[in-house]
Each structure stands twice: as C-alpha cells, then as structure tokens.
C-alpha cells in the first residue's frame, strides 16, 4: 500500500473530502457505519469507482462553504479559499474534467521540479520539450516543474524539425515515445561533431507507456556518456506522474500526495504484498477535484522497499501497462516513425488494424512486408503524421485501442 500516515490520510479525508463533498461523503461513511474512514485499512473498505462512474464533475470537487459579509476577515478568508478550492485550471483524463485550484497548480510544480531534480535534470541543462500542448498531465507537470525548478526549457509543437531542434542545443529531450523516436532515430546528420543528439544527456519518455523496445532504441542513439532514458507516466486520473530514477527501476511514485492500493480485480481486497492487482488510487492534499478510491484498470505490483539507485524511500510500482506484445514488432522497426494499433471483432473473427506514419525515405511494400511476417494484421494504413496525431487524440493517446466486445 502506498503509505501516507493514518493520521494524514484521516485528516484529509474528514475535514476536506467529507466536509466538502457531499456525494463523496456518502460513499465514505458508508463503508464504515457512518463515520469516515481514520485507517488505510478502513480506507480499503470503500467501494471503488471508475472515471466512467464520475457522470457529473461537480462531484467530485471541493466546495466550503463561502464567507459572507464585506469585513477585511471575509474578504481575506474568501480569497484564501479561493486560492485553495477554486478550480482555475482544467485536464481532462478520460474525457473527465479534472479542476486544479492555484494552491494545487503550486503543488504539481513542486512535484514536477523534484521530478526533474530526481531524473538527473540540473538547473543549467536545456529542456526540448514537444509534449502536446493542451488539457493533459504531463504538459503541465513538466511546463509548471520546469519553471519552479528554474531550468531554462522550450516547449514547441510536436514534433520539431531535426535542424530546428539543432538551433537549440538541447541537453534534455521530453516527449511521448513515439514522438520521441521520430525526432532522435532520423538520421539526418550521422556526423558526430556536428549530431546535437550527441549533446543529449537525459531523454524522458512522457504520457504513453514505454516498452523494452522503443527504449532500446532511443538508447542507442544516445552517445553522451551516462546518457540515460526514463519514463515518467501515470493511469488517468492520477494527479502527478509517477517518474523512473536515474540508475532505479519501476515507477516512483509520490506518498504524500496519494495513496496507491494494489487489489484483486475480482474480490476487490487487497493483494497480498509483492503480487500483481489493479491499481486503485486515492488522492492525498489535493482540493479542486478529489478523487476516492480510483480503479485505474492498471495493473501492478507494489514494493514498499526504498529505491536501490536513489534511496528514495518508495513505495515504486511496477506496472504492467497491459499492451499487446506485438507492439515490440512496430517500435522495434526503424521505419517505423509512429503508429496505432486498432482490435476488433467482424463477424466473429477478430481483426488487427494497424495505422502507422513511416520514417522519410522508407521503402513502404519492403516495410510493410517485413511487418506483415511478424504481425499478420488484417489492414495497414499509412498516415502522415498530422493524420495519425488526430487518431491518437481521439483515444487520449491510447497506441492500442481495443473495440471488441
């Protein structure tokens, strides 16, 4: 269990969640006779709930109520409740609006810069960013971490062009992972005193699952020594992105601002420690939206034990992003730039659709031939990539999108 204190989760959940949230009120006391949960064990008790559940946003957001009157101690007590509950700023997980008051925006740059600072990031590195700019957690976290860190960062529309990226000398690149691998696997500049990939210390895969292959891949374009990619990603829903250490493995994730529950899918209790279960999330200090007991349909282990590279006392998860195994065959191939995988069910046989952008110069009949004898998919679709960025916004960036019944 991601530990946060009885004693602060107690708090939290009596005197903000409750007091202010009359529907999340009611699932709280429920669980427990009619008082709110004082225990992580009670805490468990709780029935859970998917985004699909959350049909009315205003459910789950903060409301106190509002001094009244015109004296200097309301005015300065409605603007002090205002900067705490307030939603000023919105991303939508899920198609869910999830409202953010100033007090939390601080609190996500905060996250971001030990984010940042955990990753390897220093304070005279360049960022080169092309995480899409929009409603969504890991353009802000990275926009507000890097500010509150004070590290110098561009964030330009995905994806850059290789010599405009040139211009700017990054030493950190962020980015999705297909993203990323169409900007940094090109080879347009294969001379290593003038490739300013060769400058790159730190890439960090953001917003999508990364798998071994993909990884690889941008690894060894990589020749900084100690160069390094990480992967910083949360389920949707999660207020912060969980983020991997320099030298660590699995996701660190983040005790004093959630609490993450490992359960069985089926009884909904507590997996035993170290066994994989679905990960259930329950926000900790956050007052625009607050979310109770999330089933994120992610699956994963917990270890409680502090980090091995870092010594960051943990918990780290270990996820199991639950995608196909024949997304290896498309992030493995270099022709390959980006691409989305689509199963459905017609007349009773299953089909795999695969949309997919090539790298420039890429034979396509030689590519698709090499793909097929690994894939057998039921369709290709070449796209440009403007056409396929389009696809992957309909489906919260999802590469694999699942329609079969």
């Known amino acids: ?22 529907a999340q009120r009611a699932r709280l006391t429920a669980a427990s006779g009619g008082s709110v949960p004082r225990t992580q064990e009670e805490l468990a008790r709780v029935r859970s709930i998917t985004l699909d559940d959350v049909e009315d946003p205003g459910s789950i957001m903060l409301r106190p109520p509002w001094p009244t009157g015109d004296g200097r101690r309301a005015v300065k007590a409605r603007k002090e409740l205002e900067r705490r509950y307030k939603p000023v700023h919105w991303i939508v997980q899920s198609g869910v609006p999830l409202g953010s008051s100033v007090a939390d925006l601080e609190r996500l740059g905060r ?67 297909a993203d990323l691998a169409r900007l940094l696997t090109l080879d347009e500049d294969s001379d290593p005193r003038t490739d300013w990939r060769s400058r790159v210390r730190i890439v960090i895969a953001a917003g999508q699952p990364l798998d071994d292959g993909l990884r690889s891949r941008l690894q060894a374009v990589l020749t900084t020594k100690g160069a390094v990619v990480l992967w910083a990603w949360a389920a949707p829903g999660v207020r912060a992105m969980w983020w991997e250490c320099r030298g660590g493995i699995d996701l660190h994730t983040w005790p004093d601002a959630e609490v993450v529950q490992i359960v069985d899918p089926l009884s909904g209790t507590e997996a035993p420690p170290g066994t994989d279960g679905e990960i259930v999330w329950t926000a900790l200090g956050w007052f625009g939206s607050a979310l109770v007991r999330l089933r994120t349909g992610v699956f994963g282990a917990l270890d409680p034990a502090p980090c091995p590279a870092c010594g960051d006392p943990g918990p780290r998860l270990l996820v199991n992003t639950g995608e196909p195994s024949f ?36 034979v396509l009949p030689q590519l698709l031939a090499v793909l097929d004898a690994d894939l057998g998919a039921t369709q290709y679709v070449v796209l440009d990539h403007k056409a396929l960025d389009v696809r992957l916004a309909q489906h919260d960036d999802s590469r694999v999108v699942d329609l079969r019944p």
């Open 111 to 177: 996250i971001g810069a030990r984010w940042l600072k955990g990753s390897g990031v220093r304070s005279d590195d360049v960022v080169l960013s092309f995480l899409p700019a929009g409603p969504n957690l890991a353009y802000w976290q990275l926009v507000l971490g890097a500010r509150e860190f004070g590290v110098s960062a561009f964030h330009v529309p995905p994806v850059p062009r290789f010599a405009d990226a040139a211009k700017l000398l990054p030493t950190v690149v962020v980015g999705r992972p």
């Open 1 to 22: 269990m991601g530990r946060g204190s009885d004693k602060t989760i107690s708090r939290y959940l009596r005197r903000e969640v409750a007091a202010h949230s009359s």
């Open 327 to 362: 997304l290896r065959v498309l992030d493995r191939n270099p022709g390959v730039a980006a691409w989305q995988a689509e199963l459905r069910v017609v007349d009773g046989y299953e089909e795999l659709l695969v949309f997919l952008s090539p790298n420039p110069g890429v």
